[in-house]
């Protein structure tokens, strides 16, 4: 079976930290997508990286980056000198062919409150 | 530009009633999907569509479906709607995995 686990329901943090969250996921494909969203409290979705299972480079775009271990099946998200803006729910979602070729497995998101 | 558009933004309902939520989107893509976001559940997929006259179900199918006519529309009818339905509902779009994702602003519905 197929199962994304963010273990961190809620973070907070002060302005200015730097903060990671945590992705782990279970998959048997040998070819397997990862992404990461953003929610903020708008409500909107927003796409912010994709990831496939063969590229285990990291990723660095401004103050995000995101690690990919397939060792230990993690898929982290990091951001640097956090912001307010940054306050919102993110999502970790998998996608491989054995659940279908385009369907995503969400986890159950990490709501970060970034405070002033 | 191109877009994925969701309606109504906010419904209120009774139990029993059918609800039907649109989904349009001009991307021209094959791939549709609805889910629902339920606090603590993240986002769990309800159906999905691979092209015109292709519907499949998702983990939360039940008490839902689907119809796909043409590229552009996927709409998601609740057949009798339940309190254990309220939530928010999410459409989305993508034609493969280069991009990702495309959603559409959600639905709020309400059961009462």
């Known amino acids: 079976a197929q199962k994304v686990t963010q273990a961190q329901t809620e973070i907070s943090v002060v302005e200015k930290e730097d903060v990671t969250l945590d992705c782990v996921y279970e998959?048997?494909?040998?070819?397997?997508?990862l992404f990461w969203y953003k929610q903020p409290p708008s409500g909107e979705l927003v796409f912010l990286i994709r990831r496939n299972s063969f590229d285990e480079q990291n990723e660095i775009s401004g103050r995000y980056s995101w690690n990919f271990q397939k060792s230990t099946s993690s898929f982290n998200f990091t951001i640097t000198a956090s912001q307010v803006v940054d306050s919102a729910v993110y999502f970790c979602a998998l996608s491989g062919t054995t659940s279908g070729t385009y369907k995503y497995i969400f986890g159950t998101g990490t709501r970060l409150k970034v405070l002033a | 530009d191109a877009e994925i558009t969701q309606s109504p933004r906010h419904k209120i309902t009774e139990t029993g009633r059918q609800v039907t939520l649109a989904c349009h989107q001009t991307?021209?893509?094959?791939?549709m999907f609805w889910y629902r976001q339920d606090l603590g559940h993240g986002l769990r997929l309800i159906h999905y569509s691979y092209g015109v006259h292709d519907t499949n179900k998702g983990e939360v199918s039940d008490g839902y479906s689907v119809s796909r006519s043409n590229t552009e529309d996927l709409p998601l009818t609740l057949e009798s709607a339940a309190s254990s339905q309220t939530s928010v509902y999410f459409c989305?779009?993508?034609?493969?995995?280069?991009?990702?994702?495309?959603f559409g602003s959600g639905t709020r519905l309400t059961v009462v």
């Open positions: 998959t048997r494909d040998t070819t397997y997508y």
């Open positions: 991307w021209n893509h094959n791939n």
């Open positions: 989305a779009s993508s034609d493969g995995h280069r991009y990702g994702y495309t």
